[in-house]
């Protein structure tokens, strides 16, 4: 069974800091992974969508990297933000399966 | 854009009554999903429906019905509601159940009292 693991379960940074969410999945057998955005009572907005085949995405300020073989995706944030403070999840998507397997997010609140 | 939608909202139930979660998405997406989500428990699958008129199970569906009604519309069904459905439940679609990008909806938050 799919586990999806993220380091850390929250992160405070001040503005300006460049950072970086992990993400860790058990099989590497996957069609894609994609990173969400989750607002307090909102629901998830698709930040970026990696393909088994691709090595990284990149959109504005968000750069998604993928590394298959070793089961793991980081997203960097550069120049953060306030309003970039929210939940980040990561979801894998398998072969084996028909579901995306959720990690447990990551906190992230970026101070003034 | 509307992207997908859920109703209702909110809505609070007592332990046995029956309610329908609606969802619509205007993408013309084919494939339609249900989660809820839980703190501690993250995200989880209820039902899906890979595209019009096939529906198949998640990883949690036991209390739980859909129904694929055409191409745009998906609905969850709890029959006899329990304080263990207690949940935001979780509409998404995305145009190819393998390779598409997943959008979600809003959220419903259910309370079974």
């Known amino acids: 069974k799919q586990e999806v693991t993220q380091i850390p379960a929250a992160l405070s940074v001040p503005e300006g800091e460049n950072l970086v969410l992990n993400c860790s999945f058990t099989d590497s057998a996957i069609y894609n992974l994609q990173w969400f955005r989750q607002d307090p009572g909102k629901g998830l907005t698709s930040l970026l969508l990696i393909q088994s085949s691709q090595r990284e995405q990149t959109s504005g300020r968000l750069n998604a990297s993928l590394d298959k073989s070793s089961g793991r995706s980081t997203l960097y944030i550069a120049a953060s933000q306030p309003g970039d403070s929210a939940t980040y999840l990561c979801?894998?998507?398998?072969?084996?399966?028909?579901?995306?397997?959720f990690g447990g997010g990551t906190r992230l609140m970026v101070k003034p | 854009n509307a992207g997908v939608t859920q109703t209702p909202k909110f809505q609070v139930l007592k332990t046995g009554q029956s309610m329908t979660l609606q969802c619509a998405q205007d993408?013309?997406?084919?494939?339609m999903y249900w989660y809820r989500q839980d703190p501690g428990m993250g995200l989880r699958l209820i039902y899906y429906?890979?595209?019009?008129?096939?529906?198949d199970k998640g990883e949690v569906p036991n209390g739980y019905n859909v129904s694929r009604l055409n191409k745009r519309e998906f609905s969850l069904r709890l029959e006899s509601a329990a304080p263990s459905q207690t949940s935001v439940y979780f509409c998404a679609s995305s145009e190819d159940r393998a390779y598409g990008e997943l959008f979600f909806g809003e959220g419903s938050r259910l309370t079974v009292l």
């Open positions: 993408m013309n997406h084919n494939s």
């Open positions: 979801a894998v998507n398998n072969n084996a399966g028909n579901m995306l397997t």
């Open positions: 429906s890979a595209s019009e008129g096939t529906t």
